[in-house]
């Protein structure tokens, strides 16, 4: 299903920076209406409140906790496109004496906050035929061992929006996932990727693939890698009817 940006209202969650930020302002230059900027911190998105004014409405939520997302949910009704950025990715391997505790950590925020937000957002995206994005990583496909936590945590994350697709895709519901590679963000950096595609890269893939109506977003030079090893079984397995 086809989403055009122009004249939406949207939410973003994880506003106030890299990818997020990024995400607001292609929404905005491609004609959305309003964004809401859904951040921990109301504090740390004054740039965009004074670059968008009207444009943009900050509200504090935190992905790690159901309650702050279905208050969220609620005081945005009128939300048609909204777009789980918010994430974490410490680097953590397999084997370690922090592992279990840093898994659980990613899967609370990279994977249970999905859930949160898909459920807390569910009635008002039906109601709206509206679109939900998920912001996933090519480490949904392949565990990086120096970041296996977090690949597990994408991982568990890609497959829950298959179940979205299939969920409310059924209700008009369009979904999107994306899977950049490394992005030049402070997740990023932290993680050890000194290099990577621009924020923009992924903000502006978005607005495109929305447009397209695609389930997958593969948007820079690493990720279109993954995409062409990948494409047969997606086609066949992922996207089969």
Same mark, same amino acid.
């Given at each position: 299903m086809s989403v055009s940006i122009e004249n939406k209202v949207a939410l973003v969650t994880g506003a106030n920076r890299g990818i997020g930020k990024a995400i607001v302002e292609s929404f905005i230059n491609h004609g959305a209406k309003k964004v809401y900027l859904a951040v921990r911190d109301v504090n740390s998105t004054k740039e965009l409140e004074e670059k968008y004014g009207e444009k943009v409405v900050t509200l504090k939520a935190d992905v790690s906790n159901t309650k702050s997302i279905q208050d969220l949910a609620e005081q945005t009704k009128d939300v048609e496109v =909204? =777009?789980?950025?918010?994430?974490?990715? +410490?680097?953590?391997? +397999?084997?370690?004496?922090n592992a279990e505790q840093d898994f659980q950590n990613q899967l609370n925020v990279n994977a249970f906050g999905l859930l949160?937000?898909?459920?807390?957002?569910?009635?008002t995206l039906e109601k709206n035929q509206g679109a939900l994005v998920q912001l996933n990583s090519v480490a949904s496909l392949k565990n990086f061992s120096a970041l296996s936590t977090y690949s597990a945590s994408k991982a568990a994350s890609y497959s829950l929006t298959q179940g979205l697709r299939t969920d409310l895709g059924a209700k008009g519901v369009s979904i999107l996932s994306v899977h950049p590679g490394p992005v030049l963000t402070d997740m990023g950096k932290a993680a050890g990727f000194d290099e990577g595609a621009s924020t923009s890269t992924i903000s502006e893939g978005i607005v495109s693939a929305l447009k397209a109506g695609d389930f997958h977003l593969f948007p820079d030079e690493m990720a279109k890698q993954f995409e062409g090893a990948y494409q047969g079984f997606s086609d066949a397995i992922v996207l089969a009817e």
């Amino acid at each position: 299903m086809s989403v055009s940006i122009e004249n939406k209202v949207a939410l973003v969650t994880g506003a106030n920076r890299g990818i997020g930020k990024a995400i607001v302002e292609s929404f905005i230059n491609h004609g959305a209406k309003k964004v809401y900027l859904a951040v921990r911190d109301v504090n740390s998105t004054k740039e965009l409140e004074e670059k968008y004014g009207e444009k943009v409405v900050t509200l504090k939520a935190d992905v790690s906790n159901t309650k702050s997302i279905q208050d969220l949910a609620e005081q945005t009704k009128d939300v048609e496109v =909204v =777009v789980n950025n918010a994430g974490i990715g +410490t680097p953590q391997d +397999t084997i370690g004496e922090n592992a279990e505790q840093d898994f659980q950590n990613q899967l609370n925020v990279n994977a249970f906050g999905l859930l949160r937000v898909a459920n807390s957002f569910a009635k008002t995206l039906e109601k709206n035929q509206g679109a939900l994005v998920q912001l996933n990583s090519v480490a949904s496909l392949k565990n990086f061992s120096a970041l296996s936590t977090y690949s597990a945590s994408k991982a568990a994350s890609y497959s829950l929006t298959q179940g979205l697709r299939t969920d409310l895709g059924a209700k008009g519901v369009s979904i999107l996932s994306v899977h950049p590679g490394p992005v030049l963000t402070d997740m990023g950096k932290a993680a050890g990727f000194d290099e990577g595609a621009s924020t923009s890269t992924i903000s502006e893939g978005i607005v495109s693939a929305l447009k397209a109506g695609d389930f997958h977003l593969f948007p820079d030079e690493m990720a279109k890698q993954f995409e062409g090893a990948y494409q047969g079984f997606s086609d066949a397995i992922v996207l089969a009817e």
